[in-house]
């Protein structure tokens, strides 16, 4: 069985090119998994501290998981603007983004968010967006910091702040190193 698995692994070529329909696809997908996972501590990398961010208020824990959500959608965006930012013309960089919260959005519908809340949550999104952007350009530590304000709707709790700032550490990095190897093309 391992013999098949490496046989797999080496017929595996990551693609040379990518259409911003492709990018932001692949994206929303790979941000679900990166969500999901992040709830589940025993496949969380790295592991989460030994803390509860949920409430027993359903309104904060509601929020915490659309906080963590937003987290999760600026960590990619961060990562694909820093592949393709200067090498890529800007706009083809918008519709790979656009694409990618488009689908992210219509999920959440199909999935029970009422699309009359969309433009309110699109509104933290881009709030979040630009406070993680100037976090993350002053240190790793101010980022998570403020992640793990959003996320626990207090304090920013420095155990979680450190998980939060190395999770975004794992998805920016290899995402920006993967995607300095793909030419995003027009569709």
């Not at 994206?27 to 409430?55: G, H, M, V, Y």
Request: aromatic fraction near 10%.
């Amino acid at each position: 069985m391992l013999g098949t698995f490496i046989d797999d692994v080496q017929g595996f070529h990551s693609p040379q090119t990518m259409t911003p329909t492709e990018l932001g696809d692949g994206l929303a997908q790979l941000i679900w998994e990166s969500f999901s996972d992040f709830f589940t501590k025993e496949d969380a990398e790295p592991p989460l501290p030994d803390i509860n961010i949920f409430s027993e208020d359903e309104n904060r824990s509601s929020r915490t998981i659309e906080e963590a959500l937003i987290f999760f959608m600026w960590a990619y965006t961060r990562g694909v603007q820093m592949a393709f930012l200067g090498r890529v013309p800007n706009e083809r960089i918008r519709v790979g983004l656009d694409t990618l919260h488009q689908a992210v959005f219509e999920d959440m519908v199909e999935h029970g968010t009422p699309e009359s809340q969309l433009p309110m949550f699109e509104r933290r999104v881009v709030t979040r967006y630009a406070e993680y952007h100037q976090a993350a350009t002053e240190s790793d530590h101010r980022l998570g910091e403020a992640a793990s304000r959003h996320l626990m709707g207090r304090q920013a709790n420095k155990s979680l702040s450190a998980a939060l700032s190395e999770r975004a550490i794992a998805i920016v990095n290899p995402l920006r190193d993967f995607l300095d190897e793909v030419a995003l093309i027009d569709s």
